[in-house]
């Protein structure tokens, strides 16, 4: 079974704070993706990297960074977090494109007071 | 511009019974299309998927049915079961690796 893990299940972080959600995956899948869930308007797309050091802006990059520096690991930095990205964060792994199925991990709920 | 459209948030079904949830999208361009269970507390687990040249696609008690004319899809439940009460997400994408998902529909199977 593919494994995502995420680092933390909960993390609490002050305004303007750097902030970093680690994901890692077990599989040797090639793409990995950073998704956002809010109340209302479902999963949406952060980023996404489909090889090592290689990256693509999904539909809302805005105030997010990514770094994928080993296969395996695919980091979302929030370089200035502020409080309109609290929020449920998923990571997510798939082996290639097109139809292979998303694996995602169990999420990182992110609140920025 | 929202391209998927769940359009019923939620859906109560008695165990036993089928359940149907409905996905709606705009963009002609998609061409597969997949359907995600949702827990709380966990992330999203894959379910059934289907491409644009099928009609329908079987995996044990789900069916996914393609309307490509229609530009709709359904995932039929059959028979349902308490366990099945999820979030259900419907998702599409077209080359490589973008998906859209829509906002999804959450199912309660009540004993």
């Known amino acids: 079974d593919v494994k995502v893990t995420q680092s933390s299940r909960y993390l609490v972080k002050r305004t303007g704070e750097k902030v970093f959600l680690e994901c890692v995956q077990d599989?040797?899948?090639?793409?990995m993706f950073w998704y956002r869930q809010d109340p209302g308007l479902g999963l949406r797309l952060i980023y996404f990297s489909y090889d090592v050091k290689m990256k693509e802006k999904g539909d809302i990059p805005e105030g997010y960074s990514v770094s994928r520096e080993k296969k395996e690991r695919f980091s979302l930095i929030l370089e200035s977090a502020s409080t309109n990205q609290t929020s449920m964060y998923l990571c997510?792994?798939?082996?290639?494109?097109?139809?292979?199925?998303?694996?995602f991990g169990n999420g990182t709920r992110l609140t920025v007071t | 511009d929202q391209q998927v459209k769940q359009n019923s948030p939620s859906l109560s079904v008695q165990e036993g019974r089928i359940s149907i949830l409905n996905c709606d999208y705009t963009n002609s361009m998609f061409d597969y299309f997949l359907w995600y269970k949702k827990y709380p507390a966990e992330g999203p687990t894959f379910l059934i998927s289907?491409?644009?040249?099928?009609d329908k696609n079987e995996d044990g008690r789900f069916t996914v049915f393609l309307n490509k004319s229609a530009k709709h899809l359904s995932l039929h439940i059959v028979p349902s079961q308490p366990g099945d009460s999820a979030v259900y997400f419907c998702?599409?994408?077209?080359?490589?690796?973008?998906?859209?998902f829509g906002k999804g529909t959450l199912l309660t199977v009540n004993p």
């Open positions: 289907i491409s644009s040249i099928k």
């Open positions: 997510a792994s798939s082996l290639t494109g097109g139809e292979s199925p998303l694996h």
């Open positions: 998702a599409a994408g077209f080359g490589n690796y973008k998906l859209t």
């Open positions: 599989m040797d899948h090639e793409n």
